[in-house]
């Protein structure tokens, strides 16, 4: 898995991994993402020095560089699904290695979609998760991603695209994460690791339609995980610096204020942009 990661800053991986190491990292994912969510929610590390410097060199030269992710919106997973459905890859459905690492199993329908089958693998990781975990991952169509996309969205989710991979070099896999089970998202938010690289998209507030947040309950603030959104003037205003162009300050807002403007001369390291157009 780590070797389908590397693509990040400079060093692109073309080649194809080996599929014996497709079936080893998948039937360990969930050990390292037990390991990594001790590493971020353990207060001890941070109160001493020493733990602090070796989880933070830890985490920002060697995990980091490796596993890396970046922010897409539903419209770019449904682009996505249906040209590698159309191609023919291999996309798999299964358990979210992050609860699989804390043996959090339980399965059950939220709205007809079970809340732990979050986690998508492409291509041959995909295989390999089916080969290693047959009762834990299944087949699955781009019109159903396509709307399981748009429904975890709609619940909270931030869909982040991961590494990349030996199709066309583009994602290893994808998943719809929430604070509460996501490992490397709670690590950002409560570590301030840049785990996530920005999505193509900002959020911008249109102070007309926008009633202020003491009015709404500060429904985008309380929902952006990024922290990007502020006050000013009584109006909600987002830092496009800070922001990630998750859209959960578009799903949360009452009055349809938000809206998502393309950043300039930006192209996301592992999602190449003609996939997503
Ligand atoms: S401002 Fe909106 S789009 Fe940007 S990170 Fe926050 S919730 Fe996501
Ligand atoms: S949720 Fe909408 S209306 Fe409320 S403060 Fe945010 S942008 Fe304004």
């Not at 047959?134 to 019109?143: D, I, L, N």
């Not at 999505?199 to 990007?228: I, K, R």
């Amino acid at each position: 898995m780590f070797f389908a990661h590397v693509d990040s800053r400079g060093f692109r991986l073309h080649s194809r991994i080996p599929f014996p190491l497709d079936i080893i990292g998948s039937r360990y994912e969930h050990v390292l993402m037990k390991l990594l969510g001790m590493m971020t929610d353990a207060e001890w590390i941070y109160r001493h020095r020493l733990s602090y410097w070796a989880v933070d060199k830890l985490a920002n030269q060697v995990v980091i560089p490796l596993i890396h992710g970046e922010v897409m919106t539903p419209r770019e997973i449904e682009h996505m699904v249906y040209r590698l459905e159309g191609e023919g890859h291999t996309m798999a459905l299964g358990i979210c290695e992050c609860r699989h690492g804390e043996n959090n199993m339980e399965q059950g329908l939220v709205d007809g979609c079970d809340p732990n089958y979050t986690c998508v693998m492409i291509g041959d990781w995909g295989k390999g998760h089916l080969y290693t975990y047959p009762q834990h991952y299944r087949h699955t169509t781009a019109g159903e991603l396509a709307e399981r996309a748009r429904f975890w969205h709609d619940r909270g989710c931030v869909l982040t695209g991961w590494g990349c991979n030996t199709i066309h070099g583009f994602l290893a896999s994808y998943c719809h994460c929430r604070p509460d089970h996501c490992v490397p998202l709670r690590n950002q938010i409560k570590r301030g690791n840049k785990v996530f690289y920005h999505g193509y998209n900002y959020a911008v507030v249109e102070p007309g339609p926008c009633v202020g947040p003491a009015e709404c309950s500060f429904n985008c603030l309380s929902h952006c995980y990024f922290g990007a959104i502020e006050e000013r003037e009584g109006k909600a205003f987002v830092d496009p610096s800070r922001c990630y162009g998750c859209g959960q300050c578009f799903v949360h807002c009452p009055t349809g204020a938000s809206r998502a403007v393309r950043r300039e001369d930006y192209e996301m390291p592992y999602c190449a942009p003609d996939l997503l157009r």
